[in-house]
């Protein structure tokens, strides 16, 4: 009974953006060309996604994931805002540098 819960709440919390990406197909009516490209555009934000998971893992020693989980450990709102700037900006970095890559990919200059 509760995976069924589960299941529902899923539905239920994703709904609304489900039905828009629906509606907005019907509307666009889509070609295979135009599908392909979304479905690269979602790969690219996967990857970009992982990207930053792992440049937040490789180039910084703090866990700042856990710690703005953890808010019990920040000694100051300070510290809790530079946490924040510095994970937003890898975060916004890492999807500018997908980005541009898959910009120049699809100008085919490399």
Known sequence: MRKLNDIWDFIRRNLIWIALIVVGL???QPTFELL???ALIAVME????GLSGIALFVYTKANFARKL???DEFQSGAEK???S???ASIFVGVHILVGLTYYILSLEVL
Do not use: M
Not at 46 to 49: I, P, T
């Open 26 to 28: 019907l509307i666009i």
């Open 36 to 38: 392909h490209k979304l």
């Open 46 to 49: 996967g990857l970009a996604l």
């Open 69 to 71: 989980i953890d808010n």
């Open 81 to 83: 805002l530079a946490y």
């Open 85 to 87: 700037l510095i994970t």
